[in-house]
C-alpha cells in the first residue's frame, strides 16, 4: 500500500503540499512540485489524501488503495493524461476501481485523481508502506503506554505511606487531625 501520510491537498490551491511543520496560528507546508515553503492559517480547508475516499457500490474505497491500484498497474510508470476525453478517462478509471459508483463519481474527481498520481509520481512521493515499521511503532507506543501506568502506580503507592517528620511524629498525607489548629 502506498504511504500518503503527510500529504495534503488545499482548497482553491492547485498541487499538492507536504506538512512540514506546525506554527503558533496553522501548520507550514511544502509544495511537492515547487518546493516552496508556505505558511497556511488554520481557518484554510485541508484535505489530508489518507482521509479522501471514493464512492463504491459497497464501502468506499481510501486513496491509498486507489492509488496502490493505479501503481501497481503502470508498473510505477504514468497514468493516463489527466487532459485526455471523458471517455478514456472513465474507462481507465473502470479498469482500476471496476466496481465505482457511476452516479456519485464524476468525470472532474477521476481528472483529480489522475493528477494528483501524476504528481506523486514525478515526484518520488510513491512510497510503499513499510509494514515492520508500523509495527514497530505500535509496539513502542504500547510498550511506552504500559510503563507510564506502572510509573502512576508506583507514585501513588508513595504516597500513601506515613511519613515520618523529623520529631518522630508521624504525618499521614491528606488527612487532618481534628482538635489542635
Known amino acids: 500500500m502506498i504511504d500518503l501520510t503527510g500529504i495534503i491537498s488545499i482548497s482553491g490551491q492547485p498541487g499538492l503540499f507536504k506538512i512540514i511543520a506546525q506554527s503558533k496560528n496553522g501548520i ?12 497556511i492559517y488554520s481557518t484554510t480547508k485541508v484535505s489530508t489524501l489518507a482521509d479522501i475516499g471514493m464512492y463504491t457500490t459497497g464501502d468506499d474505497k481510501p486513496m491509498e488503495e486507489i492509488i496502490t491500484a493505479i501503481f501497481e498497474k503502470e508498473k510505477g510508470g504514468p497514468c493516463v493524461d489527466a487532459k485526455a476525453d471523458d471517455k478514456a478517462i472513465t474507462a481507465y478509471f473502470a479498469s482500476v ?22 504528481i506523486l509520481q514525478t515526484t518520488g512521493n510513491l512510497k510503499e508502506k513499510d509494514a515492520n515499521a508500523a509495527e514497530t511503532e505500535e509496539s513502542k507506543a504500547l510498550k511506552a503506554a504500559a510503563d507510564k501506568n506502572k510509573v502512576a502506580k508506583t507514585n501513588l503507592k508513595d504516597s500513601s505511606k506515613n511519613v515520618k517528620t523529623s520529631a518522630g511524629v508521624t504525618k499521614t498525607a491528606g488527612v487532618r487531625k481534628t482538635g489542635t489548629a
Open 28 to 39: 507550514i507546508i511544502e509544495g511537492l512540485a515547487d518546493k516552496k515553503r508556505t505558511n
Open 97 to 118: 476501481l471496476p466496481d465505482y459508483d457511476k452516479e456519485r463519481v464524476y468525470v472532474s474527481n477521476m481528472r483529480k485523481l489522475f493528477n494528483w498520481y501524476t
